[in-house]
């Protein structure tokens, strides 16, 4: 079974930057569509940005030109820039193809 395990999140004024990773066993991350994933208190998961096997890269409005998501073989990130308190969520690191997802890191945006 798939195992995804997020690190990196934390307290960051606004304006600061965090750098997410998530960390795959049993799989080769650069084969595999990945995504990060964000849910808000009180408000739906949304998408916040994909990267495929041919490292291609999607991203929400909301979030684009200030992250920017990568990977290498074993492990996917999310380098997130000039952070705004509506950025404040639990992100969360998922796989579509094997439907896997991480436990979640905590992102928390002071203003």
């Known amino acids: 079974q798939v195992q995804l395990v997020e690190s990196g999140g934390g307290l960051v004024q606004a304006g600061g930057s965090l750098r997410l990773s998530c960390t795959a066993s049993?799989?080769?991350?650069?084969?595999?569509?990945m995504a990060w994933y964000r849910q808000a208190p009180g408000k739906q998961r949304e998408l916040v940005a994909t990267?495929?096997?041919?490292?291609r890269t999607n991203y929400a409005d909301s979030v684009k030109g200030r992250f920017t998501i990568t990977r290498d073989n074993a492990k996917m990130y999310l380098q997130m820039n000039s952070l705004k308190p509506e950025d404040t969520a639990v992100y969360y690191c998922?796989?579509?193809?094997?439907?896997?997802w991480g436990q979640g890191t905590q992102v928390t945006v002071s203003s």
């Open positions: 998922y796989n579509p193809v094997l439907n896997s």
């Open positions: 990267i495929d096997n041919s490292g």
């Open positions: 049993r799989i080769t991350i650069s084969l595999y569509t």
